[in-house]
């Protein structure tokens, strides 16, 4: 019997198993320059975490875009699919740990703000999909992070307990729905001046080097101790 028998893990997908942050800022930038607007690294930061959904609604508020929400989401989507389908590097320790839990039969899944289709093209290009065959978008449920409602679905899909589920997550909100899901937390913030955010303090392990800082044996490990 594994030592991790019982034990579920939830991905979030951007910034934590796949480093897709730079393709969703051009993605961002491109779509905003159409209207006049100087879309900087600093200013994507604001929405790490935060569902492709949610950030198109604080454009239109921040910007006052007369766009209609659909044009800009369709707009965003579509420069993010090219972008995600040419290139996107999956984190090398998170291929790792991905395996070492494939290893012993845990089950996983991918709980995340981007789109179904950006999911599936992600984790199809990297090679995941065959290891991480249960996904939930955001737009699937009724609140994004961070409500717990994405990760509570996924473990509805896999037959787990929320208790005995493990989420793996870069941003204070995917920290904060982890917690109010009532699962234990691995945090690696993508932005390492957020890692002091209350949010992250929820965290059973806080790897507060981000993803230069976190090994697939550390949290293998943490999972046996804490199982």
Same mark, same amino acid.
């Given at each position: 019997?594994?030592?991790?028998?019982?034990?579920?893990?939830?991905?979030?997908?951007?910034?934590?198993?796949?480093?897709?942050?730079?393709?969703?800022?051009?993605?961002?930038?491109?779509?905003?320059?159409?209207?006049?607007?100087?879309?900087?690294?600093?200013?994507?930061?604001?929405?790490?975490?935060?569902?492709?959904?949610?950030?198109?609604?604080?454009?239109?508020?921040?910007?006052?875009?007369?766009?209609?929400?659909?044009?800009?989401?369709?707009?965003?989507?579509?420069?993010?699919?090219?972008?995600?389908?040419?290139?996107?590097?999956?984190?090398?320790?998170?291929?790792?740990? &991905?395996?070492?839990? *494939?290893?012993?039969?845990?089950?996983? @899944?991918? %709980?995340? #703000?981007?789109?179904?289709? $950006? =999911?599936?093209?992600?984790?199809?290009?990297?090679?995941?999909?065959?290891?991480?065959?249960?996904?939930?978008?955001?737009?699937?449920?009724?609140?994004?992070?961070?409500?717990?409602?994405?990760?509570?679905?996924?473990?509805?899909?896999?037959?787990?307990?929320?208790?005995?589920?493990? &989420?793996?997550?870069? *941003?204070?909100?995917?920290?904060?729905? @982890?917690? %109010?899901? #009532?699962?234990?937390?691995? $945090? =690696?913030?993508?932005?390492?001046?957020?890692?002091?955010?209350?949010?992250?303090?929820?965290?059973?392990?806080?790897?507060?080097?981000?993803?230069?800082?976190?090994?697939?044996?550390?949290?293998?490990?943490?999972?046996?101790?804490?199982?």
């Amino acid at each position: 019997m594994s030592t991790l028998d019982g034990t579920s893990v939830i991905f979030d997908l951007d910034g934590t198993l796949v480093d897709s942050e730079p393709n969703y800022f051009e993605a961002g930038r491109h779509t905003l320059a159409a209207y006049g607007i100087d879309f900087t690294w600093a200013d994507h930061e604001q929405y790490v975490g935060i569902s492709i959904q949610e950030t198109i609604v604080l454009w239109k508020e921040r910007y006052g875009l007369t766009a209609s929400f659909d044009e800009l989401l369709t707009a965003k989507n579509r420069r993010y699919l090219e972008l995600a389908r040419a290139s996107t590097r999956v984190y090398p320790e998170m291929r790792a740990f &991905v395996e070492l839990l *494939a290893d012993e039969d845990v089950p996983m @899944a991918v %709980a995340s #703000g981007s789109s179904a289709e $950006a =999911i599936e093209a992600i984790l199809t290009g990297t090679g995941l999909a065959d290891r991480l065959k249960t996904a939930v978008s955001a737009a699937e449920v009724a609140r994004g992070k961070p409500a717990p409602d994405v990760f509570l679905e996924a473990a509805r899909r896999l037959g787990a307990d929320p208790a005995d589920c493990v &989420v793996l997550e870069d *941003a204070a909100p995917g920290a904060a729905a @982890a917690h %109010a899901a #009532g699962m234990r937390c691995v $945090a =690696i913030p993508y932005v390492a001046a957020q890692a002091d955010d209350p949010a992250f303090a929820t965290a059973g392990l806080l790897v507060r080097g981000g993803q230069a800082a976190f090994t697939a044996r550390m949290a293998y490990d943490w999972l046996v101790r804490s199982a």
